[in-house]
Every structure is written in C-alpha cells, then in structure tokens.
C-alpha cells in the first residue's frame, strides 16, 4: 500500500524535483498529490486521510509560521516536513520547536535520504495515532481526560471533561488548555497557572493542590483534583500531556458514603468486622508502643433464634437494633461497639483498659441488656454471654484476639449463659511453642529445609514464558511442606524475615543466572519484598551486594512490593524505590486495584510494572462489572507507559477478555502453579525445543 504524501507547494521546479525523487528512489511505495496554496491544503486534509504532508514556507497565501499552525489546527496529528530555501533554515529551525518533524532545503535532499525520512515520520505518526483509539476507552471512563500537544493546545476531550468545562470537543481542539481548563484557587479570584506547561517544561507528572477551582465555560466554579502527567514516546521523548480530574464535592460525598456502606453494619449502623479488625489493629499499635493492654469482647445473645422466630425476623431486628442502642451507651466514646453479623456482638475497650475495666464493662453490659424491651407491643428479656481477651497476654495480633475471645463466649454459654468469662490458657507452652517455631525458622535455613518454587509469567499474544516468580517454600520435618501463609507472619515477629529474604534473593539470582548458561533465559526473576525488607536500611546495599556476588544482570531481576508495603508518606517511600531503581532493577506495585491506591501519588513512584490484583482478575467474567474494572485498570495501566502484568489468571475465560483488553503479560493456575526447579525447567527445556523445531524443520527443507 502506498504512503500518501500531500505536498504543498507552489514552486513547480520544487514539485517535480521532489516527484522525481519520491518516484525513483522510494520504490513506488509513495504517493503524491500536490496543493498550490494553504487554503488548497487545508481543504484536502479535511476531505481526506493523509500520512505526511512536505509544506513549503512560502506560499501564495501564506508566509513563515502561520501555515504550519493552520496545519496543525486542520489535522493536529499529521507528520509535517517542511520545504525552505536556503536562507529560511533558521526559520525552519524554528519551526522544529512548533511540531514539525524535519525540514528539506529545495534542491538539496537526496532521494534516498528524504524516502528514509518521510517513512520515520509516518512510522511515528502512525505510533501517535495508536494513543488516538485507546482514546475510546478513555471516553468511556467516569473521570474527565483532557489531552494536549506538545504546545499545550488541546487535541482530546472525553466525555466527562466536556461536561465538566463546558467546552465541546470539537470547539475545544486547538484551543490552548489555559482557556478549556482555567483554574483559579478558592481564596483568591486570580487565575492559576495550569500545570500542563510545567509537565511539558519538567516531564515530571503534578497534580493541582487543594482548593482548586475549575471555571468552567459559563463562568462557573468546580472543585476539582487532578494529576497531570507527560505523554512519552517510545524513545523517550515528549510529545504532550494528559490530565485526569474530577469534582471533588460529588467523588467525595460517593467516596464516604461508600466507604460508610462498606464498614458499617446496614442494620444497626455500627461497625462491621472490617471497621472493627481496623480498629484493633490500631488499639493494639498504642498499646505496643506505650506498653498497655487492651481487652476485646465477644457478645452473643443467649436463645435469640427463638426470639426471632418469635417475633417474626422484622421484630428481630428491632431487637438487634434495641442491643446495639443499650451496648453503645454502655461504653465510652474512644470504645467501638460493632456487629460482627447474626446476633453476634463486638466491644473493644480501647485507651489501655484490661482485665479490670472489662470485668466492669461486661457487668454493666448483662445489667442493661437485661432490662425490658419493648418490641411490637410486647416485653421482652434477653441475656448475653459475653468472652473477653486480653492483648497481649492472650494473643499478639487481632485474628488471634477475636478468635479467643469467641472461644471464651462459647464458655460462658457451657456456664450457664448471662455471665462472661476471660480466656485462659498456659502461658508457659503458648511461650515454648513460640520459641519452637522461631527456633524451627532458624534452622530451617542451616537445614537447606527453605526452598523456592516458581510460577511462569507468559506473554499473552505469543504463549512464550517470559519471566518466573520466586515464591518461598519451608519443607517442614514434621508438617510437611508449608506455604508462606503458614509461617512467614511468625517470622516477621521473631525477626527473622529479613535473613530469610536476603536467602530467597541471592537464591533466585542464582537459578535466573543458571537458566542464562542453560540456553533458558527469561526476560526477568521476580522477587517479592515485604514491608520489613523494604524499610530496612541496608536494603539497597544487600541487594546490590546479591547482584554482584551472583553476577546476574540487574536488568533482569524484578522486585515485587505490595501497596502495604509502602511508606505512609509518598516521599519515602519515592526516597527508597529510586534508590532500588538507580541499581537498574524494574519495579512492580503488586496488587494493583486491591486497595485504593492515589493515582496522583502512583505517578510520583518509579513503578515500572503494574501488577492487576487477583479479585480484579476473578471478577472478569462475572456479574457486576468486573470485566469492566479490570479492563479499566489494565488500560489506565497501559495509558499511563506501565507494563502490565494480569495476577492470577485461572480460566480461559478470562484470558479471552484479558487478551481483548490487550493486556500483555500474565500468570496464575492457568499457565501453571508454583513447580520446583527441575519441574520449572523442565518447561522452559520444552519450550525451547517447541520453539526451535520450525527452525530444525525449515533448515531441513
């Protein structure tokens, strides 16, 4: 197929000349038209496409800069040369800086020369026009997107921007984002400056800061957040700026309420088990640091199924709702009262409260409960049996807490029900069984009892395993082989994460640069660091150490880390990732799309890859927009220049909608479990030989 190549140009030498060398030396890949004046060439551009336009500087009806603007109006994203005398170069220079992509002195350009040239900017233009359609997805999303040149002028609204600006699209393109998007701060009546021209000038992304206006066509006022980011091409350059924002007011209020929903219990409106296990963690935190104590209690009403069936499950829960009321007045403020589901009740006494006060607490809590209640015109009794735990005599952490205190409620009830009882156990084996697991960890080590197991990394649109993931494995004497889950919360707690971490890398390395001199390279070993590795300060020496001492390149070497993983504040943990990124080493955020990580605050991260979440990948295929979502984030991920890796793929189902949504790389049950070595290489042994067979045959032929 031929290029089309519009050459504006009144200078009929000038024409024939370039005729001639497009026609000899292009191999008849091109084909030209000619317009005489800029109004000729306006006209044709928007008749029809084009693949590169050859505008000369002096025109019938145009002269110098003024043409290649209306060009770049008429058809923003076309690949334009320029045609110049001699004594224009500096004007075509010039004009370089305004979007175009080369220029050519009339008489003076090689055919060979200037067909290499017209296929580079076609090449790139066709690249940029690739951004064009992941503008549909783009349009499709909630969050208004404006894009602009490399000028700042705007080339893309979507949908959700237009209506936030007012400015349609096709009145918007080519205006410059200053007047689409006029931003002036809510103490002051005095424009903003926008922060697109910053990116353009920096290549860094920014976000506007906190009391934002948008002024929108009409005059006006939305408060808005947004990120603005740089748009780069493949080699690496600059070549315009996206902007994501939304009204806060509307996103905020849907953000709360949602978040309300999702931690509140819709019946009584108290906390749910995720509000509670939040709090938990957080009142055992103060109670680490300031050396108390903190008691939980588990509350189940004595014979409520009775009750409810009774009653009727609409006087049921006016009961329910009746208890909630009592247990909140029972306790003070700082405490939290929550509803763990069923007739089961939840009490944390926060602010350093132990035995003592939860003895007093659960007394007052039979007393009041015990009252009458007035429930659709009759009175009734009920009574609890209430467990209490105490951290951090009965347990260290907030599953372990909860579950004690169940189990001490289920004694209550065994004594006779309306009476609490504390947990109680031995804490001299609970200390020795501590010490025989930490004990077990450290010689799990000197006993090569740790190993690792791998899981494939494939490239979705060749089959082809690209890369393995390390995942720990402890060959236990007596329990047989246990995963992660199993032990590694114990030996974050006995510290011994961070040598167990340190072995899983140098390990890995090792076996990444054996499968190299097997002929079984993959493009990356992937390691994953957990919280207490990544805040250790010998971090980034211990992995560059590992890498010299294994010699495996740092190019191919891929740290994992968890959104929790991450730093509280944006800054550190920037601080720490671009000293691991200085090594040469590629990054992953695991889990994107679990939790509710801040684009704005991704974006000052030096992630290379972005790992989509398990539950975004299980949802694909279901009910609810799960498709949706994860196709979203995989987009979002692509759009913003990550890698994207799919986690934990397991049908083929949602492979078909992953490889629609041209998702790139992916892993999970589907492509193969965790396998020990020989297993691992066992495969990739196959795959070579898969590979190379075409190869064998055609050389046989």
Request: aromatic share 4%; charged share 20%.
């Amino acid at each position: 197929m031929s290029e089309r190549i519009v050459i504006a140009t009144a200078d009929d030498d000038a024409y024939r000349h370039l005729q001639e060398m497009l026609g000899a030396e292009a191999d008849g890949t091109f084909a030209a038209e000619r317009c005489g004046s800029l109004v000729a060439t306006a006209a044709r551009l928007r008749e029809g496409p084009a693949d590169a336009l050859l505008l000369d500087l002096q025109l019938p009806d145009s002269q110098g800069l003024g043409g290649l603007r209306r060009v770049h109006a008429a058809a923003p994203r076309l690949p334009v040369m320029l045609l110049c005398a001699p004594a224009q170069q500096a004007l075509a220079r010039r004009a370089l800086q305004q979007g175009a992509q080369g220029y050519l002195c009339k008489g003076h350009a090689a055919g060979y020369l200037l067909a290499q040239t017209l296929h580079g900017i076609i090449r790139q233009g066709r690249q940029r026009l690739q951004w064009g359609r992941s503008q549909v997805i783009l349009d499709s999303i909630g969050d208004a997107v404006i894009g602009t040149d490399l000028h700042g002028s705007v080339d893309y609204l979507n949908g959700a921007a237009e209506a936030m600006t007012g400015w349609p699209s096709e009145e918007a393109v080519g205006q410059p984002i200053e007047r689409v998007m006029a931003l002036v701060g809510s103490n002051s009546e005095g424009e903003m400056p926008n922060p697109v021209g910053l990116v353009l000038q920096q290549g860094g992304a920014l976000g506007v800061g906190a009391g934002t206006l948008l002024v929108r066509r009409d005059g006006t006022r939305v408060a808005i957040e947004d990120s603005v980011a740089p748009i780069k091409e493949p080699g690496g350059g600059i070549s315009g700026a996206v902007v994501v924002f939304h009204d806060v007011t509307e996103a905020r209020a849907r953000v709360l309420r949602m978040a309300y929903l999702a931690q509140h219990d819709a019946l009584t409106r108290l906390p749910n088990r995720v509000l509670l296990n939040d709090r938990i963690a957080q009142a055992i935190g103060l109670a680490q640091r300031k050396g108390h104590s903190t008691a939980l209690m588990f509350l189940d009403l004595d014979n409520f199924k009775q009750i409810n069936d009774s009653l009727g499950h609409a006087g049921g829960d006016q009961l329910l709702q009746a208890v909630a009321q009592r247990l909140s007045s029972c306790v003070r403020g700082s405490d939290t009262v929550s509803r763990n589901g069923g007739d089961e009740f939840v009490v944390l006494l926060a602010e350093g409260r132990g035995l003592q006060d939860a003895g007093i607490a659960a007394q007052k809590i039979l007393a009041t409960l015990a009252k009458p209640h007035r429930i659709e015109q009759q009175e009734l009794r009920v009574t609890s049996s209430i467990g209490i735990s105490v951290y951090p005599a009965d347990a260290g952490d907030a599953e372990t807490l909860l579950k004690n205190a169940d189990t001490a409620m289920y004694h209550a009830k065994q004594a006779g029900r309306n009476n609490y009882q504390f947990f109680r156990h031995d804490m001299n084996q609970q200390a020795l069984e501590r010490q025989r697991i930490e004990s077990g960890l450290g010689r799990a080590q000197q006993r090569h009892e740790l190993l690792l197991h791998y899981q494939p990394r494939v490239d979705l649109a060749t089959g082809v395993i690209v890369g393995a993931e390390a995942l720990l494995r402890w060959r236990h004497p007596s329990r047989g082989l246990l995963l992660p889950e199993r032990f590694l919360a114990q030996a974050e707690a006995c510290g011994l994460i961070v040598p167990i971490g340190r072995w899983a890398l140098r390990e890995a390395c090792r076996q990444a640069l054996r499968w190299q001199t097997q002929g079984l390279a993959l493009a990356s070993m992937t390691v994953k660091l957990s919280a207490v590795e990544l805040r250790h300060p010998d971090l980034v020496g211990a992995i560059r150490a590992t890498l010299e001492q294994t010699g495996l390149s740092p190019y191919c070497l891929q740290l994992d880390i968890g959104e929790a993983a991450l730093l509280p504040e944006v800054a550190a943990s920037a601080a720490i990732l671009q000293q691991l990124k200085a090594l040469g080493v590629q990054l992953a955020l695991a889990d994107f799309g679990e939790g509710c990580c801040n684009l704005r605050a991704l974006l000052q991260l030096p992630f290379d890859v972005l790992k989509i979440d398990r539950s975004c990948i299980q949802a694909m295929g279901g009910s609810g927009g799960g498709a949706a979502i994860a196709g979203a984030l995989v987009a979002l991920a692509g759009r913003l220049g990550y890698q994207v890796v799919a986690a934990g793929v397991e049908s083929p189902l949602q492979l078909a909608l992953l490889k629609a949504e041209r998702c790139r790389e992916a892993q999970g049950f589907l492509f193969g479990r965790g396998l020990p070595v020989r297993q691992f290489s066992s495969l990739l042994q196959a795959q070579r030989l898969a590979m190379d067979t075409p190869k064998v045959l055609a050389g046989l032929a």
